[in-house]
């Protein structure tokens, strides 16, 4: 089983993307939810998130798209701060891009009303566990909490799982880690092939000269909400982009 050798060892070695202890932008308010709709009828969600769909062709789990297109995928890790989140997305908008965010189940607690302003930017929605455990590290019954967990949010405030699960702490999965997902509804797992480094804090201009350096058709691009230095870098590598004949768009639109 080459792939899932290959899949273990770079699990081992590429952990440094997503440590959930470098996430200053987190905010828990201290009322709780504002618009959780608890006590009242469920909301009706104005838009669906797309499902989560085999892709044939695809490998399972989803390095990058195609090489000779002129797409590229911009997928946030979905945490942090609501209006730090929405100014990024606003800016995504003004420039006409489409960004994926796998968002963490207990970010959907805090900010549920999160859930429906990315789907409303015409954005894409997936799943990155509900603590951001180190996923792969997990017995295999609180790994796949951690997977349901999330979709069981998504589903409720946005009536799918989401379009895409993401493991937690790890660029790979595991082999485990990604028959739970299978397990769990989700066909494929979302890797990704340019680390921005973002969530080091490293500065807007890093950001920008880390994405600039290396995109190019095809990449999956990882990234972090709830970072300043991101949504800063945000304007100008969507303008790189522009220069260099890429769009940003869903995950989805990029491999499909
Ligand atoms: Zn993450």
């Known amino acids: 089983m080459l792939r899932a050798a290959a899949s273990a060892a770079a699990a081992g070695a590429l952990v440094a993307g997503c440590d959930p202890h470098r996430d200053p932008g987190a ?101 990155h566990t509900m603590h951001h455990r180190d996923i792969c590290a997990l017995p295999a019954a609180e790994a796949y909490a951690e997977i349901t967990g999330c979709a069981a949010r998504l589903n409720k405030l946005t009536g799918s799982i989401g379009s895409w699960f993401r493991p937690s702490q790890t660029r790979r ?4 880690v990604t028959e739970l997902a299978r397990k769990a509804g989700y066909p494929h797992v979302l890797s990704y092939d340019l680390d921005s480094l973002d969530a080091n804090d490293p500065g807007a201009a890093a950001v ?3 994405v600039l350096d290396s995109v190019g058709p095809g990449s999956v691009v990882s990234l972090h909400l709830g970072h300043a230095g991101t949504v800063a870098a945000l304007p100008p590598i969507l303008d790189g982009l522009r220069r260099r004949g890429l769009r940003a768009v869903t995950t989805t639109e990029l491999v499909t």
Do not use: C, Y
């Open 208 to 210: 920008q000269r880390t």
């Open 27 to 127: 905010v828990r308010s201290p009322g709780g939810p504002k618009s959780s709709g608890a006590g009242h009828a469920t909301p009706v969600p104005v838009r669906a998130a797309r499902p989560p769909t085999r892709v044939p062709g695809l490998p399972v789990q989803i390095e990058h798209g195609p090489r000779n297109g002129r797409a590229v995928a911009l997928t946030f890790h979905g945490r942090g701060d609501p209006k730090m989140a929405t100014a990024l997305l606003r800016e995504a908008e003004r420039a006409g891009a489409k960004v994926t965010v796998l968002a963490i189940g207990d970010w959907l607690d805090e900010q549920p009303a999160m859930a429906r302003r990315i789907l409303d930017g015409g954005h894409e929605l997936g799943n």
């Open 173 to 176: 999965a595991t082999p485990l």
